[in-house]
RNA sequence: AGGCGGAUAGCUCAGCGGGAGAGCAUCGGCCUUACAAGCCGGGGGUCACGGGUUCAAAUCCCGUUCCGCCUACCA
């Protein structure tokens, strides 16, 4: 590797593609079927194949990226199992658009044409997304990447398809279903989007069959009327007394139906009677179900009225509605008609308004399998965190209705069901049978619908390691460690793994769900398409940069908080990327010429031992902050950390041996503050891979990647709580010194002449070691340590613990300005004294707080009141001296 | 309708029982040979409102207001 003094500024798109290409070209990625090593295991929530980069999957797979990265380094053999997801509604309406702008349909080229077209589009732009991915750095085993359609993922579809046959937990069934009649097909509930929607509340007169009065009913959709096979009413609506038996004709049919009793009715809503329409409305096909009406179906897969429509045969739903609503009017029959809002359903993919039919559909017999998948997580082998959406889960758990898994398009498993036009018998088989099993005819003919995209999906955890066979992948890394995913497919996805996890490997598929927050725009909404208010996450990593883009997503993950993204931020962690890469150019500035490694003899300053102690600290807090996912801390710590510790003070502190006269320190020193730096490099590495890698390779003796150095260990680093003491009265004193500059706008090239009143000798040593420090980094020139000297006149004071700086300032201070300077801090300190004194004056507090939060009390008001003494008495020296 | 979450510095947000914090913005002083994408210093907050629990509340509980989200079968 090159090694030569870096550019002034980190440029983050040179560097980014050469470094994942290496990774790749390595093989750092790859994880071992077997080994010693502790697995740890994550599989990716696959993007769908249509999928292009959004802000969702940028924090979704950073989050991954860094706790793979962190274990790899902590010694795992990690697996990110990568893949994509076949999403059949989605890539379906891509190719059918595609096919319409050249002037045709699926149909025109039918079923088995139409699938090798999306095959082909698979192939062609499957990639996209992977590529992406790669982009934002993610360490994904590639060599492992799986399809919900290859082969092997079609198999364990079928295995567990037929599996679940036989078992009798899956079942074909009559149900109403919501049907888009633009996509063709079923939508489960979840797939549904409500929307408050401007309609109107029509009231209908139906007659009695005696034509001596009238039910009023009150419906948002008129044209169902026409499927109507009753009208209902509470039984305990006074108003409807004594109307059970009789009959009421159909509006417009003058068909006779029943007036029906059931406690479903709202008494309080529009007139307290309700047309039933059993075909065309969940609820109206339960109460239907209860008082075993007809289901008559009027309107058809194309959303338009079939022929028990009667006179509306074959009209648009929409105009059917607008034509009934005219007759009605003229037959006096439409009392009057309400603006009215209320939520409609509408296709998730396409927005169309979503028609309840009644249909055939397989399903899912979920009741036993959520119980287990429940009882799972109410056991603690799975854990969901943050906790609350474990209630979210139990609450779904607990009221799950059967999955309706049949959709009615071409792209996706085909359900492995055959039907025999001879015997009628009905084959769910793992292997394509020729003829029927129990007939031998061979006119034999497989379901046409395909199984919801989800189907596929919930097998993922297991699937992509190889089940249905036996495999080492199986055996090392099911369950999988976490699984990490956005709470919007809690129950699209998670919930359903868990079901099919636990009933076919007969063990949880992984061990913690992290759900991680949404991003969303500057007002709180979810970002998309449709809005037009989605940030490109691609154009963000142009912009600033993968790392910063990154480091951003990670410091602002936190635990159940959405991420209302903003690009000043990013723009501040850019900034944090340049300060590392500077402080990087520092080092190597300094390691040019000549020695670069002191294994033995090293001499450690204070500021040496100082770092490496908070090194340990830090690197150990922020280990711990990713194991618990607070990544938001881990980002906030490495931060402070590496700018205002290992920047701001470290290296200044370093210059006085580098800069030095003394070759053996200065040799030392260069040794350490590699060391350090690589520690650094190490504990971002898993935030930021590309710069830390960048400046890792062009460190000396680092020929491998950083992806496969040590994660820094808190044993790595000496603890020297005395270091610690050292600095933070060696830093109090700087900054009392900085403080008085600043506040007198004093420019640092006038510098300073200082007096420090010292309290004890183990101070005055620690200072007298470090005067160059205090020089450097105050602006100091000339400095005099002593005990219990008196303040000179002309001079400012600060206090900082026991000890008094006082800056000489002669002919140069503005004694007014000193006053109030000490006037402000002794109000502050005042201040403090008094509310602290006002607890140690409570007796209650006395009585029941904690000794350890009295003692601290205590010292604190102790520190304080000499702190204030001294204050005082500088303020008394200069309080009736005139300029 | 129910459930969940939020209201903290000008902005974006951490903190969630014992000293009000960060980034950006702002003000003042600096081109100090790693970094002006920088350095040093300062100002700025009855932690939405009203109650309660506690020795102690931004932090826990109840209520109110305003925002956001999710779920739902009021036609």
């Known amino acids: 590797m090159e090694r030569t003094i870096i550019s002034k500024s980190y440029e983050p798109k040179q560097v980014e593609r050469k470094w994942y290409e290496y990774w790749e070209k390595n093989e750092l990625f790859c994880a071992k079927g077997r080994s010693d090593k502790d697995p740890f295991c994550i599989v990716i929530p696959p993007p769908n194949v249509t999928g292009s980069l959004h802000m969702g999957h940028a924090l979704n797979n950073t989050l991954q990226d860094i706790i793979c990265r962190f274990k790899r380094m902590k010694g795992c053999n990690v697996l990110w199992q990568p893949g994509t997801d076949h999403a059949g509604i989605a890539t379906q309406n ?39 991915l790669k982009r934002l750095g993610c360490s994904c085993d590639w060599h492992r990447e799986r399809f919900t359609m290859d082969e092997g993922l079609s198999r364990a579809v079928r295995e567990v398809f037929v599996r679940l046959y ?14 888009c009649p633009r996509c063709h097909t079923a939508l489960a509930d979840l797939e549904v989007e409500h929307e408050e929607t401007e309609s109107y509340l029509y009231y209908i007169r139906y007659l009695f069959e005696s034509r001596d009065g009238h039910l009023t009913v009150a419906t948002t959709r008129p044209e169902t009327l026409l499927g109507d096979t009753a009208v209902a009413v509470n039984p305990e609506d006074k108003r409807y007394n004594g109307l059970s038996g009789k009959h009421v004709l159909l509006p417009l049919l003058d068909k006779v139906i029943p007036v029906i009793l059931d406690r479903y009715v709202d008494t309080q809503f529009g007139t307290g009677a309700l047309k039933i329409t059993p075909a065309h409305d969940p609820n109206d096909f339960a109460i239907g179900n209860t008082h075993k009406l007809d289901r008559i179906k009027v309107i058809d897969e194309n959303g338009r009225m079939n022929e028990l429509a009667g ?28 603006p009215y809002l209320h939520a409609a359903g509408y296709c998730y993919r396409c927005k169309t308004i979503i028609e309840p039919l009644l249909s055939k559909q397989w399903f899912v017999r979920a009741g036993q399998l959520a119980k287990e998948a429940s009882q799972a997580v109410r056991d603690g082998k799975t854990r969901i965190s943050p906790s609350n959406w474990e209630g979210v889960y139990f609450e779904w758990m607990d009221n799950i209705k059967d999955w309706c898994i049949s959709r009615q ?9 055959w039907y025999c036009e001879e015997c009628e018998e009905v084959h769910a088989v793992k292997e394509d049978p020729v003829v029927c099993k129990s007939c031998g005819s061979t006119r034999i003919l497989q379901e046409t619908d395909v199984l919801d995209t989800w189907f596929s999906s919930a097998l993922w955890p297991f699937s992509t390691l190889g089940w249905p066979d036996s495999t080492d992948e199986l055996e090392t890394f099911y369950p999988t460690s976490v699984l990490i995913t956005g709470f919007d497919i809690l129950f699209f996805w998670v919930a359903r793994m868990m079901m099919m996890g636990i ?3 007969g063990d949880i598929p992984f061990k913690d769900v992290y759900i991680h927050a949404l991003v969303r725009d500057a007002e709180g909404k979810k970002m998309s398409k449709s809005r037009g208010n989605v940030i490109d996450p691609l154009e963000v990593m142009d912009e600033f940069g993968t790392d910063a883009f990154r480091f951003t997503l990670a410091a602002l993950a936190a635990q159940g908080r959405d991420v209302k993204l903003s690009e000043e931020r ?4 850019r900034h944090f990327v340049n300060k590392i890469w500077n402080a990087a150019r520092f080092v190597l500035m300094n390691l040019e010429d000549g020695v670069n490694t002191v294994s033995e003899n090293r001499y450690y300053t204070l500021s040496d031992r100082w770092i490496l102690t908070r090194l340990g600290q830090v690197s150990m807090d922020a280990a711990q902050a990713i194991e618990d996912y607070r990544f938001n801390e881990a980002a906030g710590l490495c931060y402070q950390f590496v700018w205002h510790e290992f920047c701001d003070w470290y290296l200044e502190m370093a210059k006085h041996s580098l800069y030095g006269k003394d070759r053996a320190r200065k040799e030392s020193s260069r040794a350490t503050i590699q060391d350090v730096l690589m520690a650094v490099l190490k504990l971002l590495h898993p935030f930021m891979p590309f710069v830390t890698e960048e400046i890792w390779q062009k460190l000396p003796g680092t020929e491998d990647s950083i992806m496969i150095a040590a994660f820094p260990e808190r044993s790595d680093f000496s603890e020297d709580k005395g270091a610690l003491k050292e600095m933070e009265l060696l830093m109090g004193i700087i900054s009392g010194i900085r403080n008085i500059r600043g506040e007198m706008n004093i420019p640092p090239s006038k510098k300073l002449s200082i007096l420090i009143d010292v309290a004890d000798k183990e101070g005055s040593d620690i ?13 100091v020139a000339e ?20 000890n008094q700086v006082h800056v000489l300032l002669k002919g140069l201070l503005d004694f007014e300005e000193e006053r109030k300077r000490l006037r402000k801090e002794i109000k502050k300190v005042e201040k403090d004294i008094e509310s602290s004194n006002k607890k140690l004056l409570n007796s209650d507090f006395m009585e029941k707080a904690p000794a350890e939060i009295i003692a601290k009390v205590k010292d604190k008001v102790e520190t304080l009141s000499l702190k204030l003494e001294k204050l005082n008495q500088s303020f008394r020296l200069i309080e009736t001296i005139d300029d």
């Open 783 to 802: 400095v005099s340590v002593a005990t219990g000297v008196s303040k000179p006149e002309a001079s400012a004071t600060a206090v900082f613990a026991q």
């Open 570 to 573: 990013i723009l501040g962690y």
């Open 767 to 779: 200072l007298n070691r470090n005067l160059q420090h205090i020089r450097v980094l105050a602006g």
């Open 94 to 132: 891509v190719v059918e658009k595609d096919l319409a702008s050249k002037g045709t349909d699926r149909h025109a080229i039918g079923r088995e044409r139409f699938t090798e077209l999306v095959w082909d589009w698979r192939t062609k732009y499957g990639g996209v997304i992977i590529n992406q």
């Open 166 to 179: 036989e078992e009798g937990l899956i079942y074909k069934g009559d149900y109403i279903i919501n049907w």
């Open 503 to 505: 009933h076919f490997m």
């Open 311 to 338: 006179p509306y045969k074959s009209m648009d739903r929409f105009e059917c509605r607008e034509k009934i609503l005219g007759d009605l009017r003229q037959a006096g029959l439409l009392v009057k008609t309400e």
């Open 409 to 417: 398009i071409w792209w996706g498993h085909r359900i492995p069901v």
